[in-house]
T-cell receptor, first 114, second 115 residues
Framework: GNSVTQMEGPVTLSEEAFLTINCTYT??????LFWYVQYPGEGLQLLLK???ADDKGSNKGFEATYRKETTSFHLEKGSVQVSDSAVYFC?????????????WGLGTSLAVNP | KAGVTQTPRYLIKTRGQQVTLSCSPI?????VSWYQQTPGQGLQFLFE???????NKGNFPGRFSGRQFSNSRSEMNVSTLELGDSALYLC??????????????FGPGTRLTVL
């Protein structure tokens, strides 16, 4: 079946450190891939997305590349800030006929220290 | 444009009671989805509504139900509450398109505590 696996957190970094959060997936067909972010006390917000192989999604300094050969969509940022402290969710969407399903990873908590 | 709103934001109930949560999607969005978020299980999909019809359903017991009104507002009901139903319930709306996926816009959630 379809699934998303994220690296477990919590991840703790110092400000300006390099961030990688791994995400791999299992899916039939050609899913679209997403990273969502949840700041403390808030709902989820779309951070970036990629809809086909080799696409790179980017936003707010974050990037992720859709790698079909390794079934991965790792999230990276070159220099994190304290304000990036949040929980990050990797997700994919698949279509089966007229039904769509959004499959979520368990989330990775990131804490950035000044 | 106003975002997705959910009411109430916080709720405390006791076992055996029932609860109704409300979600108002972004204007013009016709699809509303509900999720349960818990620390151990992450986000679990409950159901999706489109044009007052349930389109998709997750693997939750029949105690969890929902509906959507003609103005796209949606309600979720949980009957006979159990301790394990304590969670953050998130609502998300999207402009519906089956040809390409549009992002879901999430509300802030309703924090339900069952005592």
């Amino acid at each position: 079946g379809n699934s998303v696996t994220q690296m477990e957190g919590p991840v703790t970094l110092s400000e300006e450190a390099f961030l990688t959060i791994n995400c791999t997936y299992t899916a039939t067909g050609y899913p679209s891939l997403f990273w969502y972010v949840q700041y403390p006390g808030e709902g989820l917000q779309l951070l970036l997305k990629a809809t086909k192989a080799d696409d790179k999604g980017s936003n707010k300094g974050f990037e992720a590349t859709y790698r079909k050969e390794t079934t991965s969509f790792h999230l990276e940022k070159g220099s994190v800030q304290v304000s990036d402290s949040a929980v990050y969710f990797c997700a994919l969407i698949t279509f089966a006929g007229n039904n769509r399903k959004l499959i979520w990873g368990l989330g990775t908590s990131l804490a950035v220290n000044p | 444009k106003a975002g997705v709103t959910q009411t109430p934001r916080y709720l405390i109930k006791t076992r055996g009671q029932q609860v109704t949560l409300s979600c108002s999607p972004i204007s013009g969005h016709r699809s509303v989805s509900w999720y349960q978020q818990t620390p151990g299980q992450g986000l679990q999909f409950l159901f999706e509504y489109f044009s007052e019809t349930q389109r998709n359903k997750g693997n939750f017991p029949g105690r969890f139900s929902g509906r959507q009104f003609s103005n796209s507002r949606s309600e979720m009901n949980v009957s006979t509450l159990e301790l394990g139903d304590s969670a953050l319930y998130l609502c998300a709306s999207s402009p519906d398109s089956l040809s390409s996926y549009n992002e879901q816009f999430f509300g802030p959630g309703t924090r339900l505590t069952v005592l």
